[in-house]
């Protein structure tokens, strides 16, 4: 999916909800790959309370309480249907 493209997903939960922040979506798509918050956040030369705080984001805006569902949620979003 492109940069700019509209990336809402009603998702289970029967949200719509777009994710205003483009970091929010890298931290999703590193969370799919497996890497660890501390690891996500030295990949983004952050603090990892900084990460936290976005994958606390990401799981509120999706309606799902586990990084499991993050990188599925990831999966459907990058090959829908």
Do not use: Y
């Not at 998702?11 to 890497?35: I, M, N, P, T, Y």
């Not at 996500?40 to 799981?59: K, M, P, Q, Y």
């Amino acid at each position: 999916m492109s940069r700019g493209a509209d990336r809402s997903d009603p998702g289970q939960s029967g949200q719509g909800e777009k994710f205003a922040a483009s970091r929010e979506l890298e931290v999703a798509d590193l969370v799919a790959q497996g890497l660890a918050n501390r690891e996500i956040a030295e990949r983004l030369v952050v603090a990892t309370r900084t990460d936290d705080s976005h994958i606390e984001h990401i799981l509120a805006r999706l309606g799902v309480t586990s990084r499991t569902q993050i990188a599925a949620w990831t999966s459907r979003r990058d090959h829908p249907h």
